[in-house]
């Protein structure tokens, strides 16, 4: 292999990646990135000038800004890696039916497809949860990363309008959690294991509930395991689920 065609092979790795984050910028719960940005920057200004007396308002406002810089940095960059992070635990693989629940803005459909999965997403656009969500938003990231069919159905982790046992894995990322209710988080839980087929995996990635939901599944799957995630904002959990 001549050097000028290493150089393009790298240019294009490094144009693949510019690209995934490129599509990648779009803010997970803007209201609170955006609360704790500005108040740690009010803190941290009117501290300092009142110092030394005011260095724990210092102290505070530089811990709330780096909070708020924290969780942009996840939107922006680390999700890109948390994704695959997410795709190896459900073992998928090429061909693989792959139903991403809550995708967003395809964070997860989109990695799966450019994996060659026939992936299906379904979400209900919520705009509180995240940033310019709706269908458009996330045909146009599928463009950037330049995969073009994947199902994207408009509908409700709680009432799936799929066959039981249709798919190969089921993914969520920092999805469940939204659920106000406990009995619809359960139903959100159950309608994914449901949609599973035999030897399938489900890994639900989230913030908070984790222990609800193995304490759903685990009577349910042949295998469980958790992980702790500290590279996100906040931590994560994931919960892996094989079904028999
Ligand atoms: C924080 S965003 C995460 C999006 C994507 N999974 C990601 O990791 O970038 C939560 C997503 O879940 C969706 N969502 C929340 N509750 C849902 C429900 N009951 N059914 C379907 N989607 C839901 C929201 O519309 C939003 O797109």
Redesign the pocket.
């Known amino acids: 292999m001549t050097v000028i065609n290493i150089h393009v092979i790298q240019i294009q790795k490094l144009r693949r990646i510019t690209d995934a984050i490129y599509a990648s910028i779009w803010i997970?719960?803007p209201f609170w990135v955006g609360i704790l940005i500005v108040i740690g920057l009010i803190f941290s200004l009117v501290s300092l000038k009142g110092l030394p007396q005011s260095i724990g308002g210092l102290f505070f406002g530089l811990f709330m800004l780096s909070m708020g810089l924290w969780m942009f940095l996840y939107s922006t960059v680390i999700?890109i890696k948390h994704r695959h992070v997410i795709l190896r635990l459900a073992q998928v693989d090429r061909n693989d039916k792959v139903l991403d629940?809550?995708?967003?803005?395809g964070?997860?459909a989109i990695a799966a497809a450019q994996m060659g999965c026939k992936v299906t997403a379904?979400?209900?656009?919520?705009q509180w949860?995240?940033s310019g969500?709706s269908r458009e938003a996330f045909r146009k990231n599928a463009e950037i990363e330049q995969v073009a069919d994947i199902e994207l159905i408009d509908?409700?982790?709680?009432e799936l309008p799929f066959a039981a046992e249709s798919f190969d894995a089921v993914v969520s990322?920092?999805?469940i959690h939204?659920?106000k209710s406990p009995e619809d988080r359960e139903q959100?839980v159950r309608e994914m294991w449901r949609v599973l087929r035999p030897n399938g995996r489900l890994v639900i990635s989230d913030i908070q509930r984790i222990s609800e939901y193995i304490e759903i599944l685990a009577p349910l799957a042949s295998q469980i395991e958790t992980k702790r995630i500290f590279y996100t904002f906040p931590f994560s959990q994931i919960v892996v689920a094989h079904k028999k």
Do not use: M
């Not at 629940?101 to 803005?105: D, H, I, L, M």
């Open positions: 997970d719960a999700k629940v809550g995708t967003g803005r964070l997860l379904i979400d209900r656009w919520s949860d995240i969500n509908g409700d982790a709680c990322n920092f999805v939204n659920i959100a």
